[in-house]
Structures are given as structure tokens and as C-alpha cells.
């Protein structure tokens, strides 16, 4: 069975990270952040400020702009509940902006009705590694005089440092990112007073606790070698025997924060060793293992264009694109994962992600397209391990599967 996602960290990193959990002591936290934020805008304008996750650099942005209650963040209408909760905290009303599903962009009409003069905080996300095109809202930040941030948590590119006219770019080092380091994250800021406010702020928080990094290391190793094709296998032969259900257990092993505790686990500092893990993976991170997974993804949609045309593949025409997910609409996804499954695919679905609701204020900005397109979001199974063979079986699976009518959305087309 090939398994839904491999971690993108090798043995190596993950020796390196314990390594570093025994022996870099939280004393020489300010100096490896300061290394890693100087040298992340080495090449670049503007100011870093590493962080414990991109939501936990979102609290913290939320918090040094103090924005009077009410106020609005137009949000792309697909991204993560976490993101949705903290606007939501902070006295702030969430506006979706709904996408473009060949893209994933902001759709042009969508955008004129969410941004508007009590919009202060504008973000978009550029989603399954595919990079939007931001001059259309660039030109909407400047008419109504908000902040624009990019939401990169799904876009790392080795050298991207985010568009250079955006306010704030946010990079995620999460576990099922690329380039991951089990955690961390870094904003680019323009306005280096921001920068400073966040710094301020951040300092007041607790240190993150190296036990509990130290642990989540040794999980990781064990859930990547249950991530290859035979500890995979294992894993599944043994859920079916002992009649347990291996997509919640897979769902549970790499679920977030309790929603209760969401902030306080979010509002802490980065420990040691995940700074210098962080440090460690991005300045050793090669082109070549994106580049192998871009590969991987593009010839997928071309077999995917072959052999089952009528699929639809949402944001295929994203330019560039890296292709960190695959993912696919199926009018009826738990079917379509049972066929995958059986065909020794693990397809999962895209319950990571939300839709964000459309305000009682903006009646008319119900976020339609991406509604529909996120009740037939699955990911394929897609990297640099699933050799042509693997590829061809996978596209010939899908055979059967029927996508949504192209009629529902209203700009759609087969890859
Ligand atoms: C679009 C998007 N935004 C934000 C995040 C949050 O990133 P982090 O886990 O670093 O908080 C994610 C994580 O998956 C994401 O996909």
C-alpha cells in the first residue's frame, strides 16, 4: 500500500534534531534565532521573526497590529480551522474570498464584495503548492489601505522569500511540510517596527518545552518508517485485523492542538533545538528534492489526463507549481478512496482544511465554488518514492471514479 504522504525529513535530520535536543542548550535560543531570522532576509528586504508555527506567528501579527474589534480579514475561503479560530479570538470578523478551483486564486468578483472599507487585514493563501498571482489584490490593499499576508505555509521554495510588495510572508516547517524541521516557522515583515512589536511580544512567552520536541523526534521516527510501502502495509494488515479504523488513527497521530487550548500551546517561544534543526534542514535543503516531487506531481496529471480525462484537478493551473499535494475532486469521495484503497492507494480527504463562512454582515459572500469543490477535495498519493509504475496503476484506478460536473463551478476545466 503505498501511504497518503511521506515526511519530507530524512533519518539523518531526525538523528541531527535529537542530537541537538541533548546537547544545544535554551541559553543559545537568541543567538540561533537571531542566525536563522538574519539569514533568512540575507537576500531579501525587510525583517524576520522565527516562530513556534505560522498560527502561532498569525496570533502574534493579530496582536501587534491591534485592531479595533470588528474590524475585517478577508481570508481566502480554503485554508486551515486554526487560522479561522484565531482571527475569531481576537475579536475580528473573518471574510471569505472565494477561488478560482483551476487556480485556487482569489476570484476577481469575490474579491471587489470581501474587501471593502472595514477590511484592515486581507490574506491569502496559495494552496496544494501552487503560487497565486497577488497584483489584483496588491491593487485591492492599496484602495481600502489594509496589510496584505501571504499565507506560504503550502508553498516553500528554497530562495522564496514571498512576494516582495506583501506586508508579511509566512513559511510553515510543520511536520507534513516541505523542508520540515517538526515545527517552526518564519514571517517576513516589511514594516520593521511590526517586526519589533511581534519580537516584543514573543519575548514574553514561555519557551517552548525541548522534552516534548525531543518526543515528537522519536515519534516521527517511527511514523516514517511506518510511512515506507512495507511499514505501510504492516500498518494496515494490523489495523484490519484488531478492527480499527487506520484513517483515524493516521487523522489522530498528526492531529493539532486541542481546540481549548489552542492559544496557550500556540504562545510559545521556539526551543533550541528546533531553531537549530530549522537552521540545519533550511541551509542544507536542496532544489534537487522539490524539483523530484514537482516531477512526480506534473506526471501524474498528464497520466491523470490520459487515462481518466475527465477528472478534475483543482489548481492545476496555478503558475509556478510545486505540486506538495495532488489533489483530485471525485463526486463521491469515500467511495473513490475505497477503490484507491483496494487498489493499494491510501487517498485521504481534505479534512484538514475548512471553508471559511461568510459572515452575517456580507449576505451575499457565500464562498459557492470553493463549498462545492471542498466536498469532493481527496488527495492522491504523489511523490518522489512512486516510481512510473506506481503512477500508471494509480491514474488506471481512478478509471472508474466520476469528478463533479464541470457545470457546478463557475470556471473550471480538466487539466
Ligand atoms: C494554508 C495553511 N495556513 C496555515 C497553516 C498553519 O501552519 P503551522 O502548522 O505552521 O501553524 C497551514 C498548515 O497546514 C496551512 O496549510
Redesign the pocket.
Known amino acids: 500500500m503505498w501511504s497518503r504522504k511521506r515526511f519530507d525529513i530524512d533519518y539523518s535530520d531526525l538523528i541531527y534534531g535529537l542530537g541537538a535536543a541533548l546537547t544545544v542548550e535554551n541559553s543559545r535560543r537568541h543567538e540561533l534565532q537571531n542566525e536563522l531570522e538574519d539569514w533568512w532576509i540575507s537576500d531579501s528586504t525587510g525583517e524576520a521573526v522565527a516562530c513556534l508555527?505560522?498560527?502561532?506567528g498569525?496570533d502574534l501579527l493579530l496582536q501587534g497590529l491591534q485592531l479595533p474589534p470588528g474590524s475585517e480579514v478577508a481570508m481566502s475561503a480554503l485554508?486551515?480551522p486554526?487560522?479561522v479560530s484565531i482571527v475569531r479570538h481576537h475579536g475580528l470578523v473573518p471574510v471569505p474570498i472565494d477561488l478560482d478551483p483551476r487556480t485556487m486564486a482569489p476570484d476577481s468578483a469575490s474579491v471587489d464584495r470581501a474587501i471593502g472599507p472595514r477590511t484592515r487585514v486581507i490574506i491569502i493563501?496559495h494552496?496544494f503548492g501552487g503560487r497565486v498571482d497577488l497584483a489584483p489584490i496588491l491593487a485591492a490593499r492599496d484602495r481600502v489601505g489594509a496589510i496584505l499576508v501571504e499565507?506560504c505555509?503550502?508553498a516553500f521554495t528554497p530562495g522564496f522569500r514571498g512576494h516582495p510588495e506583501a506586508d508579511v510572508s509566512?513559511f510553515?516547517?510543520?511536520n507534513?511540510?516541505f523542508a520540515t524541521a517538526l515545527?517552526?516557522?518564519l514571517l517576513r515583515l516589511r514594516d520593521p517596527q511590526l517586526a519589533d512589536s511581534l519580537r516584543q511580544i514573543q519575548s514574553t512567552y514561555p519557551v517552548q518545552d525541548s522534552g516534548n520536541y525531543a518526543s515528537r523526534l522519536l515519534k516521527y521516527l517511527g511514523l516514517k518508517t511506518l510511512s515506507s510501502r512495507p511499514g505501510f502495509t504492516a500498518l494496515i494488515w494490523g489495523c484490519r485485523r484488531l478492527g480499527m479504523d487506520y484513517d483515524r488513527l493516521l487523522n489522530q497521530s498528526v492531529k493539532?492542538f486541542p481546540k481549548d487550548e489552542l492559544i496557550w500551546r500556540l504562545r510559545h517561544q521556539p526551543c533550541a533545538p528546533l531553531l537549530a534543526l530549522l537552521r540545519h534542514r533550511l541551509q542544507g535543503y536542496s532544489e534537487k528534492r522539490l524539483s523530484e516531487q514537482t516531477h512526480r506531481g506534473q506526471r501524474l496529471i498528464q497520466l491523470l489526463q490520459e487515462y481518466c480525462p475527465e477528472i478534475q484537478v483543482p489548481g492545476v493551473a496555478a503558475s509556478p507549481h510545486l505540486h506538495w499535494v495532488v489533489p483530485i475532486l471525485a463526486e463521491d469521495p469515500s467511495e473513490a478512496i475505497a477503490t484507491l484503497a483496494n487498489a493499494g492507494f491510501d487517498a485521504t480527504q481534505g479534512h484538514?482544511?475548512t471553508v471559511v463562512d461568510s459572515p452575517a454582515t456580507h449576505p451575499e459572500g457565500e464562498p459557492r465554488n470553493t463549498r462545492e469543490l471542498f466536498q469532493h477535495l481527496l488527495y492522491l498519493p504523489c511523490y518522489p518514492a512512486m516510481d512510473e509504475t506506481a503512477l500508471v496503476s494509480l491514474a488506471q484506478a481512478l478509471r472508474p471514479i466520476s469528478s463533479p460536473s464541470v457545470s457546478q463551478f463557475s470556471r473550471m476545466s480538466s487539466p
Open positions: 508555527s505560522v498560527r502561532s498569525w485554508t486551515i486554526d487560522m493563501a494552496l499565507d505555509a503550502q509566512c510553515s516547517f510543520g507534513i511540510k515545527g517552526g516557522a493539532g484538514s482544511m
